[in-house]
Structures are given as C-alpha cells and as structure tokens.
C-alpha cells in the first residue's frame, strides 16, 4: 500500500507479471501478456480474468463453474502447480506464470 | 547434447560421437512426422523448461541405467512428412541398458516435457492430443 502525504490517500501496490499460454490455448488467448495486478492477487483469479477476454478461450481452460478442466496444466516460474493450490498460490512480482493443455511431443 | 531447436543434426556424426571408451552399444531412437494425410506438422515448445525436462531426464537415465552417453534433440517449428522430429542417441556397455535406457527416456519426454505438436491438414489443422492426460513432469 503507498500513501500519498497531504491529500492522505493511498494507492494500491501493484506487481508486473508475464502470463504465457501455449499450444491451443496460445491461438485463443495470446501469450506472453505482461500485466499489473494488485499485490496479494492469486494465481485463479489472475488467470480467470485474463481468459475471460476470450470466451472461447475461457471455456478451454475453464468449465461451467469456473473451475479449472482438471487436464489443464499450471506452472509458476518454471514449477508445476496443483490446480487445487491454485486459488490459494499468490503471485509476486516478476512471476512468469504458464497455462497449458496436456504435453504431447515425442 | 541436449537441445530444442529448429534445424536437423547429423545422426551419423552424433553416433560417432557417443562412441566413448567402454560402448559396447547404441541406441539410436528416430522420431520422424508421418504421413498421415497431413501437409506438415507444427511444434512448439516451452523451450527453458522443457530444455530442462530433457536435461534432467538424460541425466536420471544415466544414473538409472549407467548409460555412457545421451543426446536428446527435440526439433520445433513446422516440419515436412519424414523429417526427424526427435533423436535419442543412447550409448552403453551393453545392448540391454543401452534399449532399456532408450525406452526410459522417449517415455518420459512423452509423460511430462511441454512440446506440442499440431498436425497441418488441408482442412486447417488439429492439436495433437497428449498420450498422459495431466503432463505431469517426470520426477528426479
């Protein structure tokens, strides 16, 4: 939080993070998004309200509920995260975060 | 060597290569893009991890197997039907830990390296589906 002297109000501290998505969903949703977010963002919202900008590319990687599709796959910086730590794994600053269907090469 | 990139190797040079003192057998793994009324195929790699993936499992199929030598290339981009897409090069003392080892290592970049490949149709093209539905990475 930055406070800000006389008119004494404040201002939200915000992070920069890179989201990429690949394969399928890179052709819905772009990838290496730079974004600000509020500090203390966690790592499903961050990624729902980015999807959201595409239906069609939400509904890849999200299901009716909002849920993430259990094949989807979620790395922090290079380190998987379980979909079921998502909602509860913050992202901080300079996080590159990936978002990406089942792997297929060979 | 441990590599993802878009051009060809020299198969024949690498096998010359991974002859160390004490092989008694190579494996030579070809993955190649085949014709399965496609035009090409498209790969796309989160190449730093994956790089990583490869690195670490050559490196756990050498202490698994007591390999005495693994090249592991993985090409991206848009390649033609009979292009190599994926060289393993195994080298051991001997031909079944230089097979097993082999085997160990296609399998695993299979169950956890993201690589991607989409096969270019006439009709546009199709995302292959992955072989293990989670991807999870292979585990050192």
Redesign the interface.
Known sequence: MRWYGKENTCEEEEVMVKIRFFARFRELLGTDIMTDVVAGTMFTPLITTIAKKNPEGYAAIFDENGAFHEFVILMKNGKRIEIADAAKTMVVDGDEIAVFPPVAGG | MIAIQTDDVDIGALIAAAKKHGTGAVVVFD?IVRDDDISEME????E???T?ELEKIARNATEQFGLLHVDII?RIGRLGVGEN??IIIVAAGHRKEAYTGSRFI?EA??????????EMTKDGGR???????????ETS
């Open positions: 993955g790969l796309e790699a989160y730093d991890v994956a990583q993985h897409i994926l296609i970049i299979k169950a956890g390296v993201p690589i991607w490949k989409k995302w292959v589906p992955g072989e293990h539905g989670h991807g999870k990475p």
